[in-house]
């Protein structure tokens, strides 16, 4: 097996393995230790309890449908087998860390199951080979075939790399044969693509394992052939019969086959599939070195970021189509922002930077993994959110499943492999995307290396990092300085370092010769600031977010005591910060003056022509990504500005 990047991928960033780093103590210690302990165990009881597991019964009848066929023809159960996929692939990352006994034979068990009902050709989704074996390949457009697929192989490379056993991989791989002979430019091939992107994510983590081109060729067929005109969807509703204008979704856009990925300049459809293709994209670039796909990328981040991101890095505004609707639609309390939107989008910027070092992608990144992501889950490690609005009037609670569970796994299996997202290095150098509390291991230059970092970060402004190369040793170090920080300061050994002498895209590198004991320290202030949205997002007009280094604030009514929509900041007014550690696990709130409305003394009437009675009180703001962990109440981002 091949694990090491090839060709132009040589030159370039790489991930380093998520279990290389550990967490002994810190911001992600808490959240790593819950989802091994809690979240994993018991989102496999809930697949087991919703009947997740009995698709893969192969050698009984298909039973009653456990989720019902939708107007599109599509049953949540079409994609059951992407659940378990992620949840082997979550389970997988923490095996890695530690093995478990019992954990694995779950796996095993999934995967004994699979490998009995897979089809002789390789082909691999149980829904068909159980319900309708003569209809498959026939509805790529809505019935998500290889993103189901796409899931189980990614699950299958993150079992292998953890536990080093082949049967699911194999297995995987069959089936992967089978679809490199099914679709692709060549005489009596399909030319299609699944309108759910994944499998051309799963095809090139397959590739980096096992090095066989065919699996990079594939994810490229893919890529390429999305949106090349006349559809393929077109042709494939025709023999079914149907008119391709029935289409409940009525454009393609809808799943970015529209047009070629090349030629898209701006971020539409659902969200998920968009950054799941664009991660897509960005990963065939970094291995093949085709820019004419990481500047159609430039394009669409520069899009996204400036018109359709929330702030609080959730992405896709509409529940009617999962996704995006007109530039600056960024409704609070009906805003969609998906889990695994955000999610998606912390994959595709991870990727962005390993194309180019740019803190402009790792920013995003950032603020993705503190608020829209890790809002998702909440602090009992089993009660999620699919949707993260802005705003609330007590109506969202978390829920310990869904019918649609695809965050569930989707947030564990991210915050599984968070030391991942932390580094990535190549033979002489290192790049700090993320900093908290955590040390890594690896070999720069063929000189082993421990990096430490010893931080209260994100909850304090001082980051240090301890150099241990076995050997001394020349690397050359990049620390992002994120783009929300001013004055920050950098000093090696205690010697201050010129920052704008060092600084290229928001990374401050240092190259030198290191030995053990030299330690690097940087301080990033974060005073609390206030956040305006663009006059076209009239949503927030008059109002104000609060941001304090990369924590987004919300108030709730639990520390506020009335509705949070009945208070009232000031420009003119400064907040404090302050660390509770009995609060919400530990966190760092913000205190500071406002008015509060009295609706009582309305009497019953809805309109007068006399403003408000106000009267002066205190509040407190939590993290964003802690809310909906207590009592049901009222909860508020964008807060009214007098």
């Not at 702030?311 to 896709?316: C, D, H, K, P, S």
Request: proline share 5%; glycine share 8%; with cysteine.
């Amino acid at each position: 097996m091949n694990t090491q990047p090839k060709g132009l991928a040589a030159s370039r960033y790489v991930p380093v393995d998520h279990a290389s780093v550990q967490f002994s103590r810190g911001f992600w210690k808490p959240w790593h230790d819950t989802v091994r302990d809690v979240t994993v165990p018991t989102q496999y009881m809930r697949l087991e309890e919703e009947k997740f597991l009995e698709v893969l019964d192969f050698k009984s009848p298909a039973g009653p449908l456990a989720r019902p066929i939708q107007p599109s023809g599509l049953s949540m159960q079409h994609f059951f087998d992407s659940d378990f996929g992620k949840w082997i692939e979550a389970a997988s990352y923490m095996l890695k860390y530690q093995r478990n006994a019992d954990i694995e034979a779950k796996i095993d068990g999934i995967v004994d199951r699979l490998d009995e009902g897979q089809m002789p050709d390789g082909y691999l989704n149980s829904w068909f080979i159980r319900r309708e074996p003569e209809k498959r390949w026939t509805n790529l457009r809505d019935l998500h075939e290889m993103y189901s697929m796409g899931h189980l192989l990614e699950g299958a490379v993150a079992y292998y790399e953890a536990t080093g056993k082949r049967k699911f991989l194999d297995v995987m791989s069959k089936c992967v044969d089978h679809i490199i002979d099914t679709f692709g430019t060549e005489d009596g091939k399909l030319r299609g693509y699944d309108a759910h992107e994944e499998i051309e994510l799963a095809l090139i983590k397959l590739y980096k394992v096992t090095g066989d081109e065919r699996h990079l060729k594939q994810a490229s067929f893919f890529v390429d052939e999305r949106g090349q005109m006349p559809s393929y969807f077109d042709d494939e509703a025709r023999r079914r019969g149907e008119e391709p204008g029935d289409y409940i979704f009525e454009t393609y856009a809808y799943s970015q086959a529209h047009k070629p990925v090349r030629e898209q300049t701006e971020v539409e459809g659902h969200a998920v599939r968009a950054t799941y293709l664009f991660s897509a994209m960005a990963d065939l670039a970094f291995e093949t070195g085709d820019d004419t796909l990481r500047n159609a990328l430039e394009t669409l981040f520069g899009h996204l970021t400036s018109r359709l991101l929330y702030v609080t890095g959730g992405i896709g505004s509409s529940k009617d189509n999962e996704g995006f609707t007109r530039a600056y639609d960024l409704p609070n309390e009906t805003a969609y922002a998906e889990t695994c939107a955000s999610i998606a989008l912390g994959f595709w910027t991870h990727r962005m930077a390993q194309t180019v070092l740019d803190a402009r992608y790792t920013d995003i990144l950032e603020l993705v993994a503190f608020n829209g992501a890790l809002s998702g889950i909440g602090l009992d490690g089993q009660s999620y959110f699919y949707e993260n609005p802005l705003e609330s009037h007590g109506q969202h609670r978390r829920w310990k499943w869904h019918y649609c569970p695809c965050c569930p796994t989707n947030i564990a299996r991210f915050i599984a492999s968070i030391g991942s997202y932390h580094y990535t290095a190549k033979d002489n150098a290192l790049a700090v995307h993320l900093y908290s509390d955590n040390s890594v291991a690896l070999a720069l230059g063929g000189t082993d290396v421990t990096v430490t970092q010893t931080t209260d970060y994100p909850w304090d402004s001082d980051i240090t990092l301890a150099i241990d190369p076995a050997a001394p040793a020349e690397f050359a170090l990049s620390l992002r300085i994120p783009g929300w920080c001013k004055g920050a300061r950098l000093a090696v050994n205690g010697e201050a370092v010129d920052l704008a002498g060092v600084t290229e895209r928001g990374y401050a590198t240092i190259t030198r010769t290191w030995a053990a004991g030299d330690t690097v320290a940087l301080h990033l202030p974060m005073p609390v600031e206030r956040i305006y949205a663009h006059p076209d997002a009239t949503e927030n007009a008059g109002r104000v977010a609060l941001k304090r280094g990369p924590m987004v604030y919300c108030v709730e009514q639990a520390d506020v005591g009335v509705a949070p929509q009945h208070l009232v900041l000031s420009d003119a007014d400064a907040y404090q910060a302050e660390y509770r550690p009995d609060l919400l696990g530990g966190a760092t709130v913000l205190t500071g003056p406002a008015l509060r409305m009295d609706a009582g003394e309305w009497d019953g009437v809805l309109y007068r022509g006399a403003k408000p009675v106000t009267e002066p009180v205190t509040f407190t703001a939590i993290p964003y990504h802690l809310w909906a962990n207590r009592e049901e109440g009222g909860m508020l981002v964008w807060m009214m500005e007098r």
